[in-house]
T-cell receptor
């Protein structure tokens, strides 16, 4: 069985603070892919990153960084120096290697307060 | 490059009416997915196609829902008759391309309101 858990339903931080969104996944496959998507208030789903199970290197893209740890089955997302425009719902997702479908977590709603 | 295109962006209809949602995937993508998003149930996969062929429609709620993909550049999701509980945002996503990338790219969604 595969599952994605985003335990944080809602987070509020003040602008310029760092914030980490947690994602824990379950899968029996050794080959799998992990994703993060952003859904801003305008409603579209924006792809942020994809990681495969064989690449545990952390990734940094501007103020965004991702920490993938197979030992704890986690793929956490950190925003450094948050900005109001980062306010959105963030979804973590999992695709098992032999499957077409993606399983989404329930999302974390992030509020960045000015 | 154009992303996934969905139309209409908003649809308001009355219970019992037929609703047709449209999707144009990214050119060259060979997989297409229809999702529904509600506050109560989150993101649900309704159906997906590979190379225009429906592969898994187990997420389609009931017979009132149907989906087609007559060619590689067009898909429809039809609800007939519509009911208030069908009110949701419907997303289309596509995936594929050279090398078979694994990322699904989403359209802007259609917000459906059934009165």
């Amino acid at each position: 069985a595969q599952k994605v858990t985003q335990a944080q339903t809602e987070i509020s931080v003040v602008e310029k603070e760092d914030v980490t969104l947690d994602c824990v996944y379950e899968t029996r496959d050794t080959t799998y892919y992990l994703f993060w998507y952003k859904q801003p208030p305008s409603g579209e789903l924006v792809f942020l990153i994809r990681r495969n199970s064989f690449d545990e290197q952390n990734e940094i893209s501007g103020r965004y960084s991702w920490n993938f740890q197979k030992s704890t089955s986690s793929f956490n997302f950190t925003i450094t120096a948050s900005q109001v425009v980062d306010s959105a719902v963030y979804f973590c997702a999992l695709r098992q290697g032999g499957d077409d479908k993606i399983i989404f977590g329930k999302g974390t709603r992030l509020h960045i307060l000015p | 490059d154009a992303g996934v295109i969905q139309s209409p962006r908003h649809e308001v209809t009355e219970m019992g009416q037929e609703v047709t949602l449209r999707c144009k995937p990214i050119s060259g993508h060979n997989s297409l997915f229809w999702y529904r998003q509600t506050m109560m149930r989150g993101l649900e996969l309704l159906i997906y196609f590979n190379n225009n062929v429906p592969i898994d429609d187990s997420g389609m709620p009931e017979d009132r829902f149907s989906a087609k993909m007559p060619n590689a550049s067009f898909s429809t999701l039809k609800i007939q008759p519509s009911e208030p509980r069908d009110s949701a945002v419907y997303f289309c996503a596509s995936r594929g391309g050279a090398g078979g990338t694994d990322t699904q790219y989403f359209g802007p969604g259609t917000r459906l309101t059934v009165l």
